[in-house]
């Protein structure tokens, strides 16, 4: 019988990177809700909010095309007594979401006091972002397939071996911003490679910090003798 073929060797290892960037524009969403017993009065109230919401962001030069109302709903929202046992009134609620992307950052305070000022009720969310994205990732990628080499590289030396060329290489599905705070306890592994950035305080209440864009690869390697 013919000898069979020796099967390959290999190691298989994954690699991570995180680059901290700052920021240089901020998605926010704003919601507006309005109640009344008329339906009519409550579209009207919550129309004119909106109305002053977009007129204020033009106001600070944010542009058109950024600015979108982008949610509605209606309901019925009635008024019961303490006790919960009694209704008071029936009325109408309206909701309105309003999407805004702000490229100056420092314009970020006063738009968020500008449009509680004039009637949104929350400000849903605010997400921090940068324009170069497919730069920092295509950097962040880079650095996870070093690190990745350089631990097959770490654990084939101490076996006596040596790393040949790769089988296979996948990339894990990552979220690429997640949210970097300074003074955070800065805790990784060993084939986890990190560049830092610097942050950016925005004028008032909001601070801005960093956010970091991630990548995670894994490779499988194939092992020969020294």
């Known amino acids: 019988m013919a000898q069979s073929k020796e099967q390959s060797r290999t190691i298989s290892v ?44 033009k106001s600070l030069g944010i542009d058109a095309k950024l600015i979108q109302t982008d949610y509605l709903s209606v309901y019925p929202s009635d008024e019961w007594e303490d006790d919960g046992r009694k209704k008071k009134s029936e009325l109408y609620a309206m909701n309105k979401s309003i999407t805004i992307i702000v490229k100056d950052l420092k314009k970020l305070e006063e738009l968020v006091t500008t449009t509680l000022k004039l009637g949104v009720n929350r400000v849903q969310d605010i997400q921090f972002r940068t324009s170069e994205l ?57 084939n986890v490679m990190s560049s830092d950035g610097s942050g950016l305080d925005v004028d008032g209440s909001i601070a801005v910090g960093q956010i970091a864009v991630k990548a995670k690869v894994h490779i499988v390697f194939q092992l020969q003798d020294k």
């Open 134 to 190: 497919r730069k920092f990732r295509d950097q962040a990628r880079v650095m996870a397939v070093r690190a990745a080499k350089e631990k097959a590289e770490l654990m084939a030396k101490e076996l006596g071996q040596t790393v040949g060329r790769p089988d296979t290489i996948s990339e894990e599905d990552y979220s690429y911003y997640a949210p970097y705070y300074r003074g955070r306890a800065d805790m990784r592994t060993q």
């Open 14 to 57: 994954s690699g991570e990177a995180e680059i901290k960037v700052v920021p240089d524009e901020a998605l926010i969403h704003l919601g507006v809700e309005t109640r009344s017993k008329s339906l009519d009065a409550a579209r009207s109230e919550n129309d004119k909010r909106v109305s002053d919401v977009i007129a204020a962001a």
